[in-house]
């Protein structure tokens, strides 16, 4: 299984940014197609975006298009989730994840690895 390690996240008021990454040891994580997902209280896991592995095709939420780009760089075995214009709604426990359905819309696939999350909180 990989082993993925997000890191990026933290406190930012509305309007803010922050770039979340995600990185693995052990395994090269171009092999697979990685996505971003969040949890908020209450509410179920969402997929926020996902990014396929060789054509690089990406997929995103309707609540974030237009604010959230997400990226890879093979070189550093990372993939990135750059987050602008953040709203209170995107507070959420944020999650990366290797071995995803992209083209159906951002789903975790049986064989998924998680990553241990990292919070987001938007808020003045």
């Known amino acids: 299984q990989v082993q993925l390690v997000e890191s990026g996240g933290g406190l930012v008021q509305p309007g803010g940014s922050l770039r979340l990454s995600c990185t693995a040891s052990?395994?090269?994580?171009?092999?697979?197609?990685i996505g971003w997902f969040r949890q908020a209280p209450g509410k179920e896991r969402e997929g926020v975006s996902c990014v396929t592995s060789t054509d690089g095709i990406t997929y995103y939420a309707d609540s974030v298009k237009g604010r959230f780009t997400i990226s890879r760089d093979n070189a550093k075995n990372t993939v990135y989730l750059q987050m602008n214009s953040l709203k209170p709604e995107d507070t959420a426990v944020y999650y990366c994840?290797?071995?995803?359905?992209?083209?159906?819309?951002?789903?975790?696939?049986?064989?998924?690895?998680w990553g241990q999350g990292t919070q987001v909180t938007v808020s003045s």
């Open positions: 052990r395994f090269t994580l171009d092999y697979y197609a």
């Open positions: 994840a290797a071995d995803v359905w992209v083209l159906i819309g951002c789903v975790p696939r049986s064989t998924v690895s």
